[in-house]
């Protein structure tokens, strides 16, 4: 059973920067991917970054792109979203997720597909 723990969430001001990090264990499979997702309140769940272990890339949505690295320990057993240049509108609960295996039908940033997940991290951006 894939377990997933968060941390490093908090309150920052606008431009500034956090760290956030998923401690996964429980991967039965090499073909795994780990998504951080986000939801505001009053929002849709929102795919930020993907770490797809299976085709060995990352993904970034749109509104995260040039500001938010996805990485990994060298064990792949932790995966980092580091944000930069945050925005208020970053204002966020912030999920890992995962699904094990990641099969090639599966989209990164869909909520359904990712079958695991952890209890989330608040992320706050001040003006």
């Known amino acids: 059973e894939v377990q997933l723990v968060e941390s490093g969430g908090g309150l920052v001001q606008a431009g500034g920067s956090l760290r956030l990090s998923c401690a996964a264990s429980?991967?039965?499979?090499?073909?795994?991917?780990i998504t951080w997702f986000r939801q505001a309140p009053g929002k849709e769940r929102e795919g930020v970054s993907c770490f797809d272990r299976r085709a060995g890339r990352t993904y970034y949505a749109d509104s995260v792109e040039g500001r938010f690295t996805i990485s990994t320990d060298n064990a792949e057993s932790t995966v980092y979203l580091q944000m930069n240049s945050l925005k208020t509108e970053d204002t966020a609960v912030y999920y890992c997720a995962a699904a094990d295996p990641f099969y090639y039908t599966y989209e990164w940033y869909d909520p359904k597909d990712l079958r695991s997940w952890g209890r989330g991290t608040q992320v706050t951006v001040s003006s």
């Open positions: 429980g991967f039965e499979s090499d073909a795994y991917a």
